[in-house]
């Protein structure tokens, strides 16, 4: 498997506002944030996050399409006690942002490091989240050293000009965290 990510965990955090739809705040800044992370529809299930309420993304959450969003556990919790965020709209980064309707709930990730507390997170389809440059996450059951000449490989056939670079494993990343 393999999907795209503007973000890895520990990587520098895309921290926006968090609005929801018909809460005003009378000032917009004392809103709550979300880690924000642009991502291709098999992402959840290759990085092995569960979508523990309504859907994943899927191919038809283009840049064309209504705009959605998936959020945590701990945002749909916190955030919207006694309700359920199903269907709910909120706008991530400036309260003018057009509005995204949440489309699913997902297990919490320790993005900031396994030491840290979970933070809210909210994931947008990477084709409505702009142009930022990406990471590929792959599974595979192969040691990483044989994975990485396969994803250097794809990557030039793909686009010559591009450089897969920083091709590091999970658990080098976890191990990172931990140093």
Same mark, same amino acid.
């Given at each position: 498997?393999?999907?795209?990510?503007?973000? =890895?965990?520990?990587?520098?955090?895309?921290?926006?506002?968090?609005?929801? *739809?018909?809460?005003?705040? /009378?000032?917009? *800044?004392?809103?709550?944030?979300?880690?924000?992370?642009?991502?291709?529809?098999?992402?959840?299930?290759?990085?092995?996050?569960?979508?523990?309420?309504?859907?994943?993304?899927?191919?038809?959450?283009?840049?064309?399409?209504?705009?959605?969003?998936?959020?945590?556990?701990?945002?749909?919790?916190?955030?919207?006690?006694? *309700?359920?965020? =199903?269907?709910?709209?909120? /706008?991530?980064?400036?309260?003018?942002?057009?509005?995204?309707?949440?489309?699913?709930? @997902?297990?919490?990730?320790?993005?900031?490091? =396994?030491?840290?507390?979970v933070t809210y997170q909210?994931?947008?389809?990477?084709?409505?989240?702009? $142009?930022?440059?990406?990471? @590929?996450?792959?599974?595979?059951?192969?040691? /990483?050293?044989? @994975?990485?000449?396969?994803?250097?490989?794809?990557?030039?056939?793909? $686009?010559?000009?591009?450089?897969?670079?920083?091709?590091?494993?999970?658990?080098?990343?976890?191990?990172?965290?931990?140093?």
């Amino acid at each position: 498997l393999a999907a795209l990510t503007t973000q =890895l965990p520990t990587d520098p955090n895309d921290s926006a506002g968090f609005h929801v *739809e018909g809460r005003s705040l /009378s000032n917009p *800044e004392d809103a709550p944030t979300a880690d924000r992370f642009g991502v291709t529809p098999d992402y959840f299930r290759t990085v092995r996050i569960p979508v523990m309420r309504g859907r994943g993304f899927t191919p038809r959450d283009n840049a064309s399409a209504p705009r959605v969003a998936i959020i945590n556990e701990t945002a749909a919790r916190q955030l919207f006690p006694g *309700e359920d965020p =199903l269907g709910k709209r909120i /706008s991530l980064g400036p309260s003018t942002d057009p509005p995204r309707t949440i489309v699913g709930i @997902v297990g919490d990730v320790r993005h900031r490091g =396994l030491a840290e507390p979970v933070t809210y997170q909210a994931y947008v389809p990477l084709a409505q989240f702009g $142009d930022w440059p990406v990471r @590929v996450v792959v599974r595979s059951p192969d040691p /990483s050293a044989a @994975v990485a000449g396969r994803i250097r490989a794809a990557v030039a056939d793909l $686009d010559r000009t591009q450089v897969a670079h920083e091709i590091v494993s999970f658990e080098g990343v976890v191990n990172a965290t931990l140093a």
